[in-house]
């Protein structure tokens, strides 16, 4: 039974990248892009002004790696209102941004290797990535959930878990990030070589 779960899981990841793939286009990328800059731009703020206004410490989901007692000491020191806020914030909006930033980064990366050479077809998979940060992020979310709730009472464990799935989150959106790079300066690289082996006459 084991031995046929990992041919149906890879099946099924394929499936769900080809069908990201073929909605890779400019105006996908467009349309779920404003709704990126609409959490970055305006959610989000919104909701990072109330939290600020009830702390000084930085939030610990903006922190790569951060350490427990950084996590005790903004949860302590935000009080009850800026804690529920938190809380809003870790249970609502950012149960959508996720799957936001990591369809957004997807469709980038199918659009990016649309252009890769036949030999390398299979790379093209690596737009299901980003999901992987999405699912780590729920993870981080949990976790920290789980602390705040808890509060005054410390579940170390819990922080800690967050902290490595957060760690995890960045990871995967660096590479994504780095993915999407080197795919443009390789299309950058092909047009130049188009334009100097095809020169206007």
């Known amino acids: 039974m084991n031995a046929g779960m990992l041919p149906r899981t890879v099946s099924i990841f394929a499936k769900a990248s080809d069908f990201l793939y073929r909605y890779s286009r400019l105006k996908t990328i467009i349309v779920v892009g404003v709704v990126f800059v609409a959490f970055q731009q305006g959610i989000f703020p919104h909701f990072m002004k109330e939290i600020a206004l009830t702390t000084t410490y930085p939030i610990p989901d903006l922190i790569f790696g951060f350490h427990v007692e950084q996590a005790y000491d903004f949860v302590a020191s935000t009080g009850k ?3 529920k806020a938190y809380l809003d914030t870790l249970l609502w909006i950012d149960s959508l941004y996720p799957l936001v930033y990591s369809l957004f ?3 980038i990366v199918g659009v990016a290797f649309k252009r890769i050479p036949s030999g390398l077809q299979k790379l093209k998979h690596l737009n299901i990535l980003p999901f992987g940060a999405a699912i780590a992020d729920y993870f981080e979310n949990t976790g920290l959930i789980i602390v705040v709730l808890s509060y005054p009472t410390k579940t170390a464990f819990a922080a800690q878990l ?6 995890i989150k960045w990871s995967i ?3 994504s990030m780095a ?3 080197i795919s443009l300066l390789y299309m950058a690289f092909l047009a130049l070589k188009f334009k100097k082996n095809h020169p206007t006459q």
């Open 81 to 83: 209102e800026g804690r």
């Open 105 to 107: 980064l997807s469709l």
């Open 162 to 167: 967050a902290s490595i799935f957060g760690m």
């Open 173 to 175: 959106v660096a590479v």
């Open 179 to 181: 993915i999407i790079i």
